[in-house]
């Protein structure tokens, strides 16, 4: 059984960053691949990125590549959001599974979700 419990959500401006973090999705999590998916209210749950449990691989989707860092330590997991936009508006889940490479950004190969945090980027 895997708990995970999201953090450091919160509104920010337009081109501003925020990191988010994942309690119980470190390493200790030992064989779970982790990540973050986001979802708009109306709008299915989207995969932003993942890391393999050793580390050695990690996978973003187009939007979050260039702007966003997962990351990982062995108590949490990590989500460095930089220049973020409008769009990144949404309630954002740390999850983890073992998914295979072909479905890593299927939602339905994560067993384990948090509550979600809230992230709002407005001016």
């Known amino acids: 059984q895997v708990q995970l419990a999201e953090s450091g959500g919160g509104l920010v401006q337009p081109g501003g960053s925020l990191r988010l973090s994942c309690a119980g999705a470190?390493?200790?999590?030992?064989?779970?691949?982790v990540g973050w998916f986001r979802q708009v209210p109306g709008k299915e749950r989207e995969f932003v990125a993942a890391i393999r449990w050793s580390g050695s691989n990690t996978y973003y989707s187009d939007s979050a590549k260039g702007r966003f860092t997962i990351s990982r330590d062995n108590a949490n997991l990590y989500l460095q959001m930089n220049n973020l936009k409008p769009e990144d508006t949404a309630v954002y889940y740390c999850?983890?599974?073992?998914?295979?490479?072909?479905?890593?950004?299927?939602?339905?190969?994560?067993?384990?979700w948090g509550q979600g945090t809230q992230v709002t980027v407005s001016s």
């Open positions: 999850v983890a599974g073992r998914p295979i490479l072909s479905a890593i950004q299927s939602a339905e190969m994560y067993y384990y």
């Open positions: 470190g390493r200790s999590s030992t064989g779970y691949t």
